[in-house]
Nanobody
């Protein structure tokens, strides 16, 4: 089992920034890719970004490209999501997830076997 714990959510004004962090533990050797998703009430879970465990492959959703940056710290087994120029539409619960299958393009929620509990991000106008 892979355990994922997110942190860093909170309340921020529009135009502000937040940095989310996801700490992975327990059998991290099984992880090939890490992803960030978000889900607002009544909406489908939305892919935001992914990074391979080696850090060599990164994908972004068009909706966040240029505003969000995903990164990893191999020594700490953490994956961060730096979010800039936040908008009220970014208000959501944010989840990190681990792909233990090694998908080439891990853009879909079904490709991730393990999920964190989520952290709330609220952007006020």
């Amino acid at each position: 089992q892979v355990q994922l714990i997110e942190s860093g959510g909170g309340l921020v004004q529009a135009g502000g920034s937040l940095r989310l962090s996801c700490a992975a533990s327990k059998r991290t050797s099984r992880i090939y890719n890490m992803g960030w998703f978000r889900q607002a009430p009544g909406k489908e879970r939305e892919f935001l970004a992914s990074i391979s465990w080696s850090g060599s492959s990164i994908f972004y959703a068009d909706s966040v490209k240029g505003r969000f940056t995903i990164s990893r710290d191999g020594a700490k087994n953490t994956v961060d999501l730096e979010m800039n120029s936040l908008k009220p539409d970014d208000t959501s619960t944010y989840f990190c997830a681990a792909d233990t299958t090694n998908y080439n393009a891990p853009l879909r929620s079904y490709q991730y076997a393990y999920w964190g509990q989520g952290t709330q991000v609220t952007v006020s106008s």
